[in-house]
Nanobody
Framework: VQLQASGGGLVQPGGSLRLSCAAS????????KAWFRQAPGKEREFVSA????????YYADSVKGRFTISRDNAKNTVYLQMNSLKPEDTAVYYC?????????????????WGQGTQVTVSS
């Protein structure tokens, strides 16, 4: 049972990145999937979440209108398209999964975590 995040890197302010999180070892198609991030010296914070059908999507206020979450259940993969990136978006981004029925923005609600991918926004 594993989540593998990828797609991070160094980008200039105003640029874009797309993160991917692939699940292996079991099927997570019915799970809520989410992205969190953690900057140095700060607590892990919620970024976005999506239910298994994609019918409900949640965003932190700080990323609304700039980030888009999506999922492909056939590929067991969730994506985070990040546009108009700002230096304050710099962090390690983690994907996570949970069965559902819990607050989607709470880190403690998630049972399964990926290893994280570094996103650095700097000129």
């Amino acid at each position: 049972v594993q989540l593998q995040a990828s797609g991070g890197g160094l980008v200039q302010p105003g640029g874009s990145l797309r993160l991917s999180c692939a699940a292996s070892g079991r099927t997570f198609s019915s799970y809520v999937k989410a992205w969190f991030r953690q900057a140095p010296g700060k607590e892990r914070e919620f970024v976005s979440a999506i239910t298994w059908s994609g019918g409900s999507i949640y965003y932190a206020d700080s990323v609304k209108g700039r980030f888009t979450i999506s999922r492909d259940n056939a590929k067991n993969t969730v994506y985070l398209q990040m546009n108009s990136l700002k230096p304050e978006d710099t962090a390690v981004y983690y994907c996570a999964a949970m069965p559902g029925g819990r607050p989607p923005s709470a880190p403690a609600a998630y049972d399964i975590w990926g290893q994280g991918t570094q996103v650095t926004v700097s000129s």
